[in-house]
């Protein structure tokens, strides 16, 4: 079992950055490919960005590639998303979330991740 607690969510104003981060609290969580989803007010779930578990190769969505970058620090059991150039399109519950350990890459698709955290809030002002 991993718990996902996910933290530095925040109010920030248009083309401002936040940084998220998710703590996890298995020591194996360098074997699990990571995921970022988001899910703002009346909106399905959808896929921000993901990471191998050794880091090596990242997946981002279309609307997010060039303003956010996804990393992890297996030491220290720590997923990372830096959000730069903040739109208020980007207001949303982020959730960070895990996929089984089967597998090296991560996925766009949110029922292929087996643990996910509480979520924060994101609140981008024009």
């Known amino acids: 079992q991993v718990q996902l607690v996910e933290s530095g969510g925040g109010l920030v104003q248009a083309g401002g950055s936040l940084r998220l981060s998710c703590a996890a609290s298995?020591?194996?969580?360098?074997?699990?490919?990571m995921g970022w989803f988001r899910q703002a007010p009346g909106k399905e779930r959808e896929f921000v960005a993901g990471?191998?578990?050794?880091?090596?190769?990242?997946l981002y969505a279309d609307a997010v590639k060039g303003r956010f970058t996804i990393s992890r620090d297996n030491a220290k059991n720590t997923l990372y998303l830096q959000m730069n150039s903040l739109k208020p399109e980007d207001t949303a519950v982020y959730s960070c979330?895990?996929?089984?350990?089967?597998?090296?890459?991560?996925?766009?698709?949110?029922?292929?991740?087996?643990?996910w955290g509480q979520g924060t809030q994101v609140t981008v002002s024009s």
């Open positions: 990471i191998s578990w050794s880091g090596g190769a990242t």
């Open positions: 979330a895990a996929r089984g350990r089967a597998f090296y890459s991560a996925s766009s698709r949110p029922d292929e991740y087996t643990y």
């Open positions: 298995e020591r194996t969580f360098s074997r699990y490919p």
